[in-house]
T-cell receptor, first 112, second 113 residues
Framework: GENVGLHLPTLSVQEGDNSIINCAYSNSASDYFIWYKQESGKGPQFIIDIRSNMDKRQGQRVTVLLNKTVKHLSLQIAATQPGDSAVYFCAENSGGSYIPTFGRGTSLIVHP | EAGVAQSPRYKIIEKRQSVAFWCNPISGHATLYWYQQILGQGPKLLIQFQNNGVVDDSQLPKDRFSAERLKGVDSTLKIQPAKLEDSAVYLC???????????FGDGTRLSIL
């Protein structure tokens, strides 16, 4: 079946570096994508979203890039801080009712 | 605005027992989701409601799981009887509608002995 996957299960960076978290999706019908951050013991928290009619969207310190040709999504975090340490999930939404599918997640570890 | 409320926070039961989880979404959010998150994995959608109607329940094990959202606001998820493999965190989320960002509660951690 269709699935959303992440290339790297763990990413370690130094404080102040830029982080890039990648996500591959396989459902070409997906048209709405969301990145979530999940800290231990908490529910996922919305970071940023992008629709399929865009290829880039920027937020505060975060940028999401969408490449529909290769079905790839990335989350860029600028000047990574220790508070950014968490598991990051991408989710794709497909169909008229936007049924969501989450990937496995990438654990981001930021070293002070 | 108040976030998504879930209770209980933790639950421990023996296999073959029953358990129920409760969710109160953000006020005005028409869409409500229940997810199962097994340790080390991403959330898996169990059921999606739009108001009090079911949009998708294709991954809900209907022989043992049931969910309802009778008045289009609060929702309950029930497991009867529980199996060892049901040990997981059960997350509830809500959104203004489909295709909108979801807001999650902190979940109920279920342990089956």
């Amino acid at each position: 079946g269709e699935n959303v996957g992440l290339h790297l299960p763990t990413l370690s960076v130094q404080e102040g570096d830029n982080s890039i978290i990648n996500c591959a999706y396989s459902n070409s019908a997906s048209d709405y994508f969301i990145w979530y951050k999940q800290e231990s013991g908490k529910g996922p928290q919305f970071i940023i979203d992008i629709r399929s009619n865009m290829d880039k969207r920027q937020g505060q310190r975060v940028t999401v890039l969408l490449n529909k040709t290769v079905k790839h999504l990335s989350l860029q975090i600028a000047a990574t801080q220790p508070g950014d340490s968490a598991v990051y999930f991408c989710a794709e939404n497909s169909g008229g009712s936007y049924i969501p599918t989450f990937g496995r997640g990438t654990s981001l570890i930021v070293h002070p | 605005e108040a976030g998504v409320a879930q209770s209980p926070r933790y639950k421990i039961i023996e296999k073959r027992q029953s358990v129920a989880f409760w969710c109160n979404p953000i006020s005005g959010h028409a869409t409500l989701y229940w997810y199962q998150q097994i340790l080390g994995q991403g959330p898996k959608l169990l059921i999606q409601f739009q108001n009090n109607g079911v949009v998708d329940d294709s991954q809900l094990p209907k022989d043992r799981f049931s969910a309802e959202r009778l008045k289009g606001v609060d929702s309950t998820l029930k497991i009867q009887p529980a199996k060892l493999e049901d040990s997981a965190v059960y997350l509830c989320a809500s959104s203004r509608g489909g295709g909108q960002p979801q807001h999650f509660g902190d979940g109920t951690r279920l342990s089956i002995l």
